[in-house]
């Protein structure tokens, strides 16, 4: 009966539901901008690799190195974008 219990996603739940606690306390708390930025990039990050692993299982599979391959791709195009645009419409650039 161990092994039907899914104990690595019931962990990647409750993981997922504390750090959204964490967000949640970021913003009722008083932080700073820079701290306050600084957690909820932290924890977004966290939270978004463990939905990647656990509940969308990446590396279950045999071409798991080419779906890392296309997250990561996925992340620079974004990174770029942004910084494109901040270039543009916010400095002037």
Same mark, same amino acid.
């Given at each position: 009966?161990?092994?039907?219990? +899914?104990?690595?996603?019931? !962990? !990647? ?20 901008? +820079? ?59």
């Amino acid at each position: 009966m161990k092994e039907l219990f +899914p104990a690595k996603q019931v !962990g !990647g739940y409750i993981f997922s539901l504390v750090l959204t606690l964490v967000a949640l306390l970021v913003y009722l708390l008083d932080f700073t901008f +820079p701290v306050a930025m600084t957690i909820l990039l932290v924890t977004a990050f966290v939270q978004a690799s463990v939905q990647l692993v656990l509940f969308m299982h990446a590396g279950e599979t045999e071409d798991g190195k080419a779906i890392y391959t296309n997250v990561l791709y996925g992340i620079i195009i974004a990174v770029v974008t942004i910084i494109g645009s901040l270039l543009i419409f916010v400095w002037d650039m």
